[in-house]
């Protein structure tokens, strides 16, 4: 099995929202240690990992300044300038001057522009006309919201965001009701963006999208999953979406920072019916459902709801490959 290229650190578990469907809430609220997060940093670095990417995530990584520092620091220090960085925040404490600085040391930004307008205009609010044009959004999609996509989708675009991204609420039951929203709504929403390619007007980067992108382009199939997540206890965990769970739970699945040990993780998975894979991971929801503090099933629905997001993306991605606009966007 190859070994993990993508590493997703989470600072800490704090946050200053309480977003319903929010699978991490369960991570430990006490940010990362800055030894044990350079020590992390090195260990990664020492596994030789092909072309190393990163994902910098909380909670609200904002609330954890000090540990965001020394990570950025120490990624560009060990891997250098051009190292691929990405950093989700909700926005709403950006400082002014923030996002601009953490632009200019190459982070690419995401604010994820969920909950009610009001909070998506004050977190917009935080980013200039002209920055937006250079960070994207992403919003998480409920049953309750999935028919409202494609007419969010269109907000987020009419506030300048360079980049935008869905994904279907993880923790959610996904009825055939349900489906049937987040599939026309899908639809719906590609025919709009084709609709755009064709115009060359507006054009968005699909911000979530670069496995498809890969494979549209370059054949590049999504093969095991690469990813490795480092938690605020300090260890790696095979799977970012199962760090809710207890000590006692996550302790067995600590692995090496060249994955030594994931297998375990994917086997359990195995035996409950669910292959990891790269793109929309199916064993996402069952990761997260499995390893909450108080294991659950994974909701019903969730296979189908992340293959109808998966869907939005490789049609969008092999579409776009007409657009000159989009393929700039996409550094093809």
Not at 122 to 128: N, Q, V
Not at 148 to 162: D, N, T, V
Not at 243 to 249: I, V
Not at 277 to 289: G, L, V
């Amino acid at each position: 099995m190859r070994g993990p290229d993508h590493l997703v650190i989470y600072l800490s578990g704090r946050c200053n929202l309480a977003c319903r469907y929010c699978y991490a809430k369960g991570v430990s609220r006490r940010p990362i240690h800055a030894p044990e997060l350079r020590s992390a940093l090195a260990a990664f670095a020492a596994a030789a990992p092909a072309a190393p990417k990163f994902t910098i995530l909380g909670g609200e990584p904002l609330l954890a300044r000090r540990a965001l520092a020394t990570a950025l620091s120490e990624i560009r220090r060990l891997f250098g300038r051009r190292a691929p960085v990405h950093l989700f925040t909700n926005g709403l404490l950006l400082k002014k001057g923030e996002a601009a600085a953490l632009l200019a040391r190459g982070v690419k930004l995401t604010v994820s522009l969920d909950g009610p307008a009001a909070r998506r205009a004050a977190a917009a609010a935080k980013l200039p006309p002209a920055l937006r044009r250079r960070v994207s959004a992403a919003r998480v999609v409920t049953p309750a919201s999935a028919a409202a996509l494609p007419a969010e989708m269109r907000e987020l675009l009419s506030l300048g965001f360079a980049g935008l991204a869905w994904s279907p609420d993880i923790t959610a039951a996904w009825d055939a009701a349900a489906l049937r929203r987040l599939r026309t709504a899908s639809r719906e929403l590609l025919l709009d963006y084709l609709r755009r390619l064709k115009a060359g007007d507006g054009v968005w980067e699909l911000a979530n999208g670069y496995e498809a992108v890969a494979l549209a382009a370059r054949g590049e199939r999504p093969g095991p999953c690469r990813n490795l997540a480092l938690a605020p206890d300090g260890f790696f965990y095979p799977c970012d979406k199962m760090l809710s769970g207890t000590a006692a739970q996550l302790r067995p699945f600590r692995c090496g920072p060249g994955g030594e040990g994931r297998e375990k993780f994917f086997a359990l998975a195995r035996a409950a019916g669910v292959k990891a894979s790269q793109s929309m991971c199916p064993a996402a929801p069952w990761a997260a459902a499995r390893f909450a503090s108080r294991p659950r099933r994974t909701p019903v629905g969730q296979a189908e709801a992340r293959r109808a997001a998966a869907g939005w993306l490789a049609a969008a991605a092999k579409a776009g490959l007409s657009s000159p606009a989009f393929r700039r966007l996409h550094g093809i």
